[in-house]
């Protein structure tokens, strides 16, 4: 069965910082990992989308990087900002169609 | 239409009560799922459609819970004899390809409909 574990659970840093958001999966055969992220009382936004042939993908300020051997996703913000406060999820499309969503990590930009 | 969008917002019923979720995907989307979130914790999958039919419905908690796509657009997901622990914010989510074995299928999100069972 395939579980997804996001860690830190939460985080709060000073504006300007570099910072990593890490996930982890149990099954490697997925046929992707996507990085999601919800503000409060909000649905989901996708920020970027790995397909399981990649190593990563960048938007912006934001790198994903996707280790499937080891069952492993980093997400990498640079130069934090508040508006970068939100929950940051992690999930892996597995069978196909279903897809398997961590906790979530909470992150606080502080101004 | 513009983005994924769910109605009602809100909705708050009482124990052993019959309620439907509607989810409205994007235009043109052929794929449909269906989660549900509790406070703190991650979208659960419920079920997914591709077209007009359940291709996954396996996370369904139980037969109190159905889901329909009759014209492979709008979605209704029905709850019957509700019970407050089925109380979580339910999810629609769209995306243009889900089919099986594909890649690079980015899920568009719906903004949920909070249900309260009393």
């Known amino acids: 069965k395939q579980e997804v574990t996001q860690i830190p659970a939460a985080l709060s840093v000073p504006e300007g910082e570099n910072l990593v958001l890490n996930c982890s999966f149990t099954?490697?055969?997925?046929?992707?990992l996507q990085w999601f992220r919800q503000d409060p009382g909000k649905g989901l936004t996708s920020l970027l989308l790995?397909?399981?042939?990649?190593r990563e993908q960048t938007s912006g300020r934001l790198n994903a990087s996707l280790d499937k051997s080891s069952g492993r996703s980093t997400l990498y913000i640079a130069a934090s900002q508040p508006g970068d406060s939100a929950t940051y999820l992690c999930a892996v499309s597995t069978g196909g169609f279903k897809t398997i969503f961590g906790a979530g990590t909470r992150l606080f930009v502080k101004a | 239409g513009a983005g994924v969008s769910q109605t009602p917002s809100n909705k708050v019923t009482e124990k052993g009560k019959y309620v439907e979720l509607r989810c409205d995907p994007i235009?043109?989307?052929?794929?449909l799922y269906w989660y549900r979130q509790s406070l703190g914790q991650g979208p659960e999958f419920l079920i997914y459609f591709q077209g007009t039919g359940a291709a996954d419905d396996s996370g369904l908690p139980n037969d109190r819970f159905f889901a329909v796509r009759p014209e492979g657009s709008v979605s209704t997901l029905k709850i019957q004899r509700t019970e407050r622990g089925d109380s979580a914010v339910y999810l629609c989510?769209?995306?243009?390809?889900?089919?099986?074995?594909?890649?690079?299928?980015?899920?568009?999100f719906g903004p949920g409909t909070r249900l309260t069972v009393l």
């Open positions: 790995i397909q399981s042939s990649q």
């Open positions: 989510a769209s995306s243009s390809l889900g089919l099986a074995g594909a890649t690079g299928d980015t899920q568009y």
């Open positions: 099954d490697s055969a997925i046929y992707n």
């Open positions: 235009s043109g989307h052929t794929a």
